[in-house]
Protein backbone atom coordinates (compact mmCIF):
# COMPACT_ATOMS: atom_id res chain seq x y z
CA UNK A 1 0.00 0.00 0.00
CA UNK A 2 2.59 2.59 0.78
CA UNK A 3 4.44 1.97 -2.17
CA UNK A 4 0.89 2.65 -4.08
CA UNK A 5 0.93 5.35 -2.58
CA UNK A 6 4.72 6.52 -3.17
CA UNK A 7 3.96 5.95 -7.42
CA UNK A 8 0.61 7.51 -6.85
CA UNK A 9 2.11 10.81 -5.18
CA UNK A 10 5.09 10.85 -7.78
CA UNK A 11 3.32 10.54 -10.51
CA UNK A 12 0.93 13.13 -9.68
CA UNK A 13 3.77 15.76 -9.18
CA UNK A 14 5.08 14.18 -12.04
CA UNK A 15 2.35 15.61 -14.27
CA UNK A 16 1.97 19.66 -12.40
CA UNK A 17 3.20 22.10 -15.38
CA UNK A 18 4.40 19.51 -17.50
CA UNK A 19 3.49 20.79 -20.84
CA UNK A 20 4.20 18.12 -23.08
CA UNK A 21 6.72 16.62 -20.81
CA UNK A 22 5.91 12.97 -20.36
CA UNK A 23 5.52 12.67 -24.12
CA UNK A 24 8.61 13.27 -24.47
CA UNK A 25 9.46 11.41 -21.73
CA UNK A 26 7.76 8.43 -23.42
CA UNK A 27 9.21 9.17 -26.89
CA UNK A 28 12.56 8.88 -25.10
CA UNK A 29 12.21 5.58 -23.93
CA UNK A 30 12.88 4.23 -27.77
CA UNK A 31 11.82 0.77 -28.01
CA UNK A 32 8.63 -0.66 -26.35
CA UNK A 33 9.71 -1.84 -22.88
CA UNK A 34 7.82 -5.16 -21.61
CA UNK A 35 7.66 -6.44 -18.40
CA UNK A 36 7.43 -9.55 -17.06
CA UNK A 37 6.08 -11.26 -13.82
CA UNK A 38 6.96 -15.21 -14.87
CA UNK A 39 6.64 -15.20 -18.53
CA UNK A 40 8.82 -17.81 -18.57
CA UNK A 41 6.45 -20.12 -17.20
CA UNK A 42 4.49 -20.19 -20.40
CA UNK A 43 5.39 -21.40 -24.01
CA UNK A 44 3.54 -21.21 -26.93
CA UNK A 45 2.29 -24.59 -26.30
CA UNK A 46 0.84 -23.67 -22.86
CA UNK A 47 -0.51 -20.45 -24.29
CA UNK A 48 -2.01 -21.61 -27.10
CA UNK A 49 -3.92 -24.28 -24.98
CA UNK A 50 -5.65 -20.95 -22.71
CA UNK A 51 -8.63 -20.47 -25.48
CA UNK A 52 -10.54 -18.35 -25.46
CA UNK A 53 -8.57 -14.82 -25.80
CA UNK A 54 -10.74 -12.28 -23.89
CA UNK A 55 -10.03 -8.66 -24.79
CA UNK A 56 -11.42 -5.93 -22.67
CA UNK A 57 -11.55 -2.42 -23.43
CA UNK A 58 -12.60 0.49 -24.65
CA UNK A 59 -13.61 1.95 -27.79
CA UNK A 60 -10.28 1.29 -29.84
CA UNK A 61 -10.85 -2.13 -28.68
CA UNK A 62 -14.56 -1.76 -29.81
CA UNK A 63 -13.83 -1.19 -33.03
CA UNK A 64 -11.83 -4.50 -33.28
CA UNK A 65 -9.26 -3.57 -35.99
CA UNK A 66 -5.87 -4.88 -33.78
CA UNK A 67 -7.85 -8.13 -32.34
CA UNK A 68 -8.72 -8.98 -35.96
CA UNK A 69 -5.32 -8.60 -36.94
CA UNK A 70 -4.36 -11.27 -34.62
CA UNK A 71 -7.32 -13.29 -35.02
CA UNK A 72 -6.14 -13.50 -38.96
CA UNK A 73 -2.10 -14.45 -37.87
CA UNK A 74 -2.94 -16.26 -35.10
CA UNK A 75 -5.33 -18.77 -37.48
CA UNK A 76 -2.50 -19.66 -39.85
CA UNK A 77 -1.47 -21.95 -37.03
CA UNK A 78 -2.00 -25.07 -36.13
CA UNK A 79 -5.02 -25.36 -33.18
CA UNK A 80 -4.81 -21.59 -32.54
CA UNK A 81 -7.03 -19.96 -29.72
CA UNK A 82 -10.26 -18.47 -30.12
CA UNK A 83 -10.37 -14.76 -30.19
CA UNK A 84 -13.64 -12.78 -28.01
CA UNK A 85 -13.47 -9.04 -28.67
CA UNK A 86 -15.42 -7.69 -25.73
CA UNK A 87 -15.03 -3.92 -25.87
CA UNK A 88 -17.62 -0.84 -25.09
CA UNK A 89 -17.00 1.94 -26.43
CA UNK A 90 -17.05 4.62 -23.69
CA UNK A 91 -15.47 2.28 -21.23
CA UNK A 92 -13.29 2.93 -18.16
CA UNK A 93 -11.76 0.70 -15.44
CA UNK A 94 -12.01 3.62 -12.94
CA UNK A 95 -15.93 4.31 -13.18
CA UNK A 96 -15.36 8.03 -13.26
CA UNK A 97 -17.22 9.51 -16.21
CA UNK A 98 -17.21 14.01 -17.42
CA UNK A 99 -20.08 16.28 -16.13
CA UNK A 100 -20.40 16.68 -19.55
CA UNK A 101 -21.20 13.09 -20.91
CA UNK A 102 -24.29 12.53 -22.32
CA UNK A 103 -24.57 9.64 -20.47
CA UNK A 104 -22.24 8.21 -17.37
CA UNK A 105 -19.79 6.16 -18.71
CA UNK A 106 -20.12 2.34 -18.63
CA UNK A 107 -17.75 0.70 -15.90
CA UNK A 108 -15.94 -2.89 -17.22
CA UNK A 109 -16.82 -3.78 -13.38
CA UNK A 110 -20.42 -3.67 -14.08
CA UNK A 111 -20.49 -6.49 -16.65
CA UNK A 112 -16.79 -8.13 -15.40
CA UNK A 113 -18.53 -10.73 -13.35
CA UNK A 114 -20.66 -12.16 -16.23
CA UNK A 115 -17.88 -11.70 -18.65
CA UNK A 116 -15.65 -14.39 -16.78
CA UNK A 117 -18.11 -16.42 -15.79
CA UNK A 118 -19.75 -16.87 -19.48
CA UNK A 119 -16.49 -17.00 -21.65
CA UNK A 120 -14.35 -18.74 -19.07
CA UNK A 121 -10.97 -17.03 -20.57
CA UNK A 122 -7.56 -18.92 -20.87
CA UNK A 123 -6.05 -15.04 -21.22
CA UNK A 124 -7.59 -11.69 -20.79
CA UNK A 125 -6.46 -9.03 -22.09
CA UNK A 126 -7.44 -5.15 -20.85
CA UNK A 127 -6.50 -1.91 -22.08
CA UNK A 128 -7.80 0.75 -20.46
CA UNK A 129 -6.82 4.23 -19.57
CA UNK A 130 -7.86 6.73 -22.22
CA UNK A 131 -11.44 7.41 -20.88
CA UNK A 132 -10.12 7.18 -17.45
CA UNK A 133 -8.61 10.35 -17.00
CA UNK A 134 -12.03 11.76 -18.47
CA UNK A 135 -9.76 14.31 -20.44
CA UNK A 136 -9.24 16.61 -18.01
CA UNK A 137 -5.52 17.42 -17.07
CA UNK A 138 -3.74 15.46 -14.56
CA UNK A 139 -5.15 14.78 -11.14
CA UNK A 140 -3.96 12.83 -8.18
CA UNK A 141 -7.21 11.69 -7.39
CA UNK A 142 -8.31 10.74 -10.70
CA UNK A 143 -5.19 8.16 -11.18
CA UNK A 144 -5.86 6.68 -7.90
CA UNK A 145 -9.67 5.74 -9.46
CA UNK A 146 -7.68 3.94 -12.13
CA UNK A 147 -4.83 2.43 -10.33
CA UNK A 148 -7.54 1.01 -8.38
CA UNK A 149 -9.94 -0.11 -10.73
CA UNK A 150 -7.18 -1.64 -12.92
CA UNK A 151 -5.97 -3.21 -9.43
CA UNK A 152 -9.67 -4.51 -8.98
CA UNK A 153 -9.75 -6.25 -12.81
CA UNK A 154 -6.28 -8.36 -12.14
CA UNK A 155 -7.69 -9.22 -8.85
CA UNK A 156 -10.81 -10.41 -10.21
CA UNK A 157 -9.03 -11.98 -13.54
CA UNK A 158 -6.53 -13.61 -11.50
CA UNK A 159 -9.37 -15.60 -9.65
CA UNK A 160 -10.81 -16.96 -12.73
CA UNK A 161 -7.61 -18.67 -13.58
CA UNK A 162 -6.93 -17.01 -16.37
CA UNK A 163 -3.46 -15.69 -17.44
CA UNK A 164 -3.40 -11.47 -17.52
CA UNK A 165 -2.34 -9.45 -20.32
CA UNK A 166 -2.08 -5.58 -19.57
CA UNK A 167 -2.18 -3.56 -22.71
CA UNK A 168 -1.16 0.19 -21.63
CA UNK A 169 -3.02 3.19 -22.71
CA UNK A 170 -2.72 4.36 -26.18
CA UNK A 171 -1.53 7.90 -27.17
CA UNK A 172 -3.51 11.15 -27.47
CA UNK A 173 -3.25 13.24 -30.15
CA UNK A 174 -4.12 16.92 -29.82
CA UNK A 175 -2.73 18.10 -33.79
CA UNK A 176 -5.95 17.15 -35.27
CA UNK A 177 -8.30 18.80 -32.74
CA UNK A 178 -6.65 21.77 -32.31
CA UNK A 179 -6.70 22.31 -36.33
CA UNK A 180 -10.42 22.00 -36.07
CA UNK A 181 -10.26 24.63 -32.68
CA UNK A 182 -11.72 21.92 -30.41
CA UNK A 183 -9.30 21.73 -27.72
CA UNK A 184 -10.59 22.64 -24.01
CA UNK A 185 -11.74 23.84 -22.06
CA UNK A 186 -15.25 24.17 -23.14
CA UNK A 187 -17.42 27.45 -23.16
CA UNK A 188 -18.29 25.45 -19.74
CA UNK A 189 -14.94 25.55 -18.19
CA UNK A 190 -14.78 22.30 -17.87
CA UNK A 191 -12.83 19.48 -19.82
CA UNK A 192 -14.77 16.48 -21.85
CA UNK A 193 -14.05 14.03 -24.66
CA UNK A 194 -15.47 16.93 -27.19
CA UNK A 195 -12.87 19.42 -25.32
CA UNK A 196 -10.00 17.74 -23.81
CA UNK A 197 -6.98 19.18 -22.11
CA UNK A 198 -4.49 19.79 -24.61
CA UNK A 199 -1.93 17.55 -23.03
CA UNK A 200 -4.00 14.67 -21.68
CA UNK A 201 -1.23 12.36 -23.32
CA UNK A 202 0.30 13.65 -20.13
CA UNK A 203 -2.41 11.78 -18.02
CA UNK A 204 -1.82 8.65 -20.16
CA UNK A 205 1.64 8.63 -19.60
CA UNK A 206 1.39 8.70 -16.28
CA UNK A 207 -1.07 5.65 -16.27
CA UNK A 208 1.60 3.91 -18.58
CA UNK A 209 4.40 4.21 -16.10
CA UNK A 210 2.03 3.11 -13.47
CA UNK A 211 1.06 -0.23 -15.39
CA UNK A 212 4.54 -0.85 -16.38
CA UNK A 213 5.38 -1.31 -12.70
CA UNK A 214 2.59 -4.21 -12.79
CA UNK A 215 1.50 -3.58 -9.26
CA UNK A 216 -1.29 -5.92 -11.10
CA UNK A 217 0.63 -9.01 -11.65
CA UNK A 218 0.16 -9.35 -15.22
CA UNK A 219 2.07 -11.76 -16.97
CA UNK A 220 2.77 -9.38 -19.59
CA UNK A 221 2.37 -5.68 -19.81
CA UNK A 222 2.74 -4.27 -23.38
CA UNK A 223 3.54 -0.68 -23.52
CA UNK A 224 1.50 0.49 -26.36
CA UNK A 225 2.08 4.04 -25.17
CA UNK A 226 6.04 4.23 -26.21
CA UNK A 227 5.55 2.60 -29.10
CA UNK A 228 3.20 4.26 -30.81
CA UNK A 229 4.63 7.59 -30.01
CA UNK A 230 8.16 6.22 -31.19
CA UNK A 231 6.40 5.34 -34.55
CA UNK A 232 4.84 8.36 -35.08
CA UNK A 233 7.96 10.27 -34.69
CA UNK A 234 9.52 7.73 -37.57
CA UNK A 235 6.63 8.93 -39.84
CA UNK A 236 6.97 13.03 -38.84
CA UNK A 237 10.24 12.72 -39.93
CA UNK A 238 8.98 12.53 -43.71
CA UNK A 239 5.74 13.71 -43.22
CA UNK A 240 5.27 16.29 -40.08
CA UNK A 241 1.79 16.31 -40.38
CA UNK A 242 1.58 12.86 -39.68
CA UNK A 243 -0.99 11.47 -37.49
CA UNK A 244 -2.83 8.13 -36.05
CA UNK A 245 -6.21 9.95 -35.60
CA UNK A 246 -8.62 12.04 -37.06
CA UNK A 247 -10.02 12.75 -33.82
CA UNK A 248 -6.88 12.41 -31.52
CA UNK A 249 -8.64 9.42 -30.08
CA UNK A 250 -9.76 7.02 -32.17
CA UNK A 251 -6.56 5.66 -34.16
CA UNK A 252 -6.86 4.30 -38.05
CA UNK A 253 -5.93 0.92 -39.31
CA UNK A 254 -2.38 1.45 -39.72
CA UNK A 255 -2.76 2.08 -35.62
CA UNK A 256 -4.28 -0.98 -35.40
CA UNK A 257 -2.34 -3.17 -37.37
CA UNK A 258 0.92 -1.66 -35.44
CA UNK A 259 -0.27 -2.80 -31.95
CA UNK A 260 -1.09 -6.35 -33.70
CA UNK A 261 2.48 -6.99 -34.43
CA UNK A 262 3.56 -5.10 -31.03
CA UNK A 263 1.48 -7.59 -29.12
CA UNK A 264 3.03 -10.92 -31.46
CA UNK A 265 6.55 -9.43 -30.91
CA UNK A 266 5.92 -9.40 -27.04
CA UNK A 267 4.23 -12.94 -26.84
CA UNK A 268 6.03 -16.05 -27.53
CA UNK A 269 4.25 -16.99 -30.62
CA UNK A 270 5.97 -18.75 -33.50
CA UNK A 271 8.16 -16.23 -35.60
CA UNK A 272 6.10 -17.03 -38.76
CA UNK A 273 3.29 -15.18 -38.28
CA UNK A 274 5.44 -12.06 -36.67
CA UNK A 275 6.54 -9.36 -39.38
CA UNK A 276 2.99 -10.01 -41.57
CA UNK A 277 0.81 -8.45 -43.55
CA UNK A 278 -2.66 -9.64 -44.03
CA UNK A 279 -4.54 -9.26 -46.74
CA UNK A 280 -7.55 -6.16 -45.81
CA UNK A 281 -10.29 -8.84 -47.32
CA UNK A 282 -9.50 -11.02 -44.70
CA UNK A 283 -9.28 -8.53 -42.01
CA UNK A 284 -12.47 -7.65 -42.99
CA UNK A 285 -13.77 -10.88 -42.98
CA UNK A 286 -12.41 -11.55 -39.84
CA UNK A 287 -14.07 -8.26 -38.37
CA UNK A 288 -17.12 -9.29 -39.19
CA UNK A 289 -16.75 -12.94 -37.42
CA UNK A 290 -16.09 -10.99 -34.46
CA UNK A 291 -18.91 -8.09 -34.48
CA UNK A 292 -21.35 -11.09 -34.88
CA UNK A 293 -19.70 -13.22 -31.67
CA UNK A 294 -19.15 -9.52 -29.91
CA UNK A 295 -22.85 -8.33 -30.31
CA UNK A 296 -24.14 -12.08 -28.89
CA UNK A 297 -21.74 -11.68 -25.47
CA UNK A 298 -22.01 -8.15 -24.74
CA UNK A 299 -26.09 -8.55 -25.17
CA UNK A 300 -25.17 -12.10 -23.13
CA UNK A 301 -23.32 -10.73 -20.16
CA UNK A 302 -25.31 -7.00 -19.47
CA UNK A 303 -25.41 -4.33 -21.85
CA UNK A 304 -23.57 -1.32 -19.74
CA UNK A 305 -24.18 1.73 -22.08
CA UNK A 306 -26.82 3.08 -24.76
CA UNK A 307 -26.61 2.40 -28.36
CA UNK A 308 -25.32 -0.98 -28.32
CA UNK A 309 -26.66 -3.43 -31.14
CA UNK A 310 -28.36 -6.36 -30.23
CA UNK A 311 -26.56 -9.48 -30.67
CA UNK A 312 -28.04 -13.52 -31.47
CA UNK A 313 -28.44 -15.82 -28.53
CA UNK A 314 -24.95 -17.24 -28.69
CA UNK A 315 -25.71 -20.29 -29.87
CA UNK A 316 -26.73 -18.93 -33.16
CA UNK A 317 -23.64 -16.14 -33.49
CA UNK A 318 -21.31 -19.21 -33.17
CA UNK A 319 -22.80 -20.88 -35.58
CA UNK A 320 -23.20 -17.91 -38.12
CA UNK A 321 -19.69 -16.81 -37.41
CA UNK A 322 -18.05 -20.22 -38.25
CA UNK A 323 -19.98 -20.40 -41.80
CA UNK A 324 -17.96 -17.12 -42.92
CA UNK A 325 -15.15 -18.04 -44.61
Known sequence: MLRTLILFFSSAIAGVGSTGLLAQDSAARGAPSQRVAGAEALDWAALQQRTPWVFLGDSNTYAGGYVAQLDVRLR???????LLNLGVSSET??????????????????????????????????????????????????????????????????????????LTPPIFEPEPLAEKGKLGPAESGRYAY?????????????????????EMGAQWV???????????????????????????????????????????????????????????????????????????????TGKNRPGLPAGDPI???????ARLP
Not at 225 to 243: G, I, N, Y
Not at 315 to 321: C, F, K, L, P, T
Open 76 to 82: ALESPPK
Open 93 to 166: ASGLSEVDHPFKRPCVHERLSKVLTMTRPGVVFVCYGMNDGIYAPPSPERLQAYQAGMLRLAEAVHASGAVLVC
Open 194 to 214: FAPYPQYDDVLEQQTQWCLDN
Open 222 to 300: IDLHAMLHAEKKKRQTDDPSFVFSGDGIHFNSQAHAMIAERILRDLPVPDEIRGQSPAPDDVERAGKRMQILRNAYLSA
Open 315 to 321: WYAERAA
